[in-house]
């Protein structure tokens, strides 16, 4: 049984290999589900980039990703992982399952985010010349804002939680330390110091994530 204080060092390295590998997911999350999103819900019928077939392919492969168990995912996604970087192990190769399993998740969030938006503003806006862009830009956003940082903490937690079963296939982070020494080695201190570092981790980001989506909304 090894103590915490000689844990200490991989305790920290693993938290912040978590903290890279999901930062990565998050941030192409944003780059790229947002856009999906927006694109989701702006070309409904009846909205200002209505197209049935950009709407039905976008949703198709997103419930198609979103549908695949994160686990199976991983591990479907190993020889693309192995052909991009080079390797199938370690934080940057964990991060790109968790952000191929971001992008959708995240951009149904704000397509239903969106969806919460008056529609009379929108067409006053249509009927007064604004174009589309401006329309995402000026309204959509803006309106959609706290459900946005809303989905985003949620979205952030979830990957935690997948992060750590990227450390069954090597991927780092918190969730392959508890699999090397608390499950394979027996020992229980890494088990609970690992589960109490995930919890508090979560009820960092849920309350950070509140905070801000109050803050920013203006309703």
């Keep these: ?25 998050v941030l192409v999350a944003i780059v790229i589900g947002m856009p999906l999103g927006i694109v989701l819900y702006a070309t409904d019928n009846g909205l200002i980039l209505e197209n049935r077939f950009i709407k039905i392919v976008a949703g198709l492969v997103t419930n198609l990703v979103r549908s695949i168990p994160f686990i199976i995912l991983l591990v479907f996604l190993l020889p693309f992982t192995n052909f991009l970087l080079g390797t199938q192990i370690g934080p940057t190769a964990a991060a790109v399952p968790l952000s191929v ?7 149904r969030i704000v397509e239903s985010s969106a969806r919460e938006i008056d529609r009379g503003v929108i067409e006053a806006a249509v009927s007064v010349g604004a174009t589309p ?21 949620i979205t952030i937690i979830s990957l935690v939680g997948y992060s750590a079963m990227a450390g069954t296939v090597g991927g780092g982070g918190i969730g392959d330390l508890a699999i090397r020494y608390g499950y394979y080695r027996y020992d229980n201190t890494v088990m609970y110091t690992t589960v109490v570092i995930l919890i508090v981790l979560v009820q960092v980001i849920q309350f950070t994530g509140d905070l801000i989506a109050k803050k920013v909304n203006k309703r």
């Design 1 to 25: 049984m090894e103590t915490f204080i000689e844990l200490l060092p991989e305790l920290n390295k693993a938290f912040f290999e978590t903290l890279y590998m999901v930062g990565i997911a």
């Design 101 to 107: 399993a971001a992008i959708p998740f995240f951009a």
């Design 133 to 153: 862009w401006t329309i995402i830009k000026d309204i959509i956003l803006p309106e959609a804002k706290p459900g946005i940082i809303s989905g985003l903490t």
